[in-house]
Nanobody, 122 residues
Framework: QVQLVESGGGLVQAGGSLRLSCAASGNIFSINDMGWYRQAPGKQRELVAHIGSGGSTNYADSMKGRFTISRDNAKNTVFLQMNSLKPEDTAVYYC????????????????WGQGTQVTVSS
């Protein structure tokens, strides 16, 4: 019913930038909060950044000042601009969203994208 599709990952040198996108599609009534998580090999998935329905944002401490989350409500898309990338940012990045579905907005659930690999070389 709902799909989240990430794009924009890849290989970049330390100090470089990448911009991730995540587009939601399907039987969407409304999208509430959206966020980005990441999971490095052997580690737990962690929050990177979050944006509320009204545009309020919060970031994990290690991403503050380097990453910027934004959203385009008209396109049901959330972005993550990542600057000054470090090798420790290497991970699979996942999009997550709280989405209300149905013609009358009767069901709300959380959805995950399939992930996009970000690799930062030193």
């Amino acid at each position: 019913q709902v799909q989240l599709v990430e794009s924009g990952g890849g290989l970049v040198q330390a100090g470089g930038s990448l911009r991730l996108s995540c587009a939601a599609s399907g039987n969407i009534f409304s999208i509430n909060d959206m966020g980005w998580y990441r999971q490095a090999p052997g580690k737990q998935r962690e929050l990177v950044a979050h944006i509320g329905s009204g545009g309020s944002t919060n970031y994990a401490d290690s991403m503050k000042g380097r990453f910027t989350i934004s959203r385009d409500n008209a396109k049901n898309t959330v972005f993550l601009q990542m600057n000054s990338l470090k090798p420790e940012d290497t991970a699979v990045y996942y999009c997550n969203a709280g989405i209300t579905t149905g013609q009358f907005g009767v069901k709300t659930a959380r959805y995950w994208g399939q992930g996009t690999q970000v690799t930062v070389s030193s």
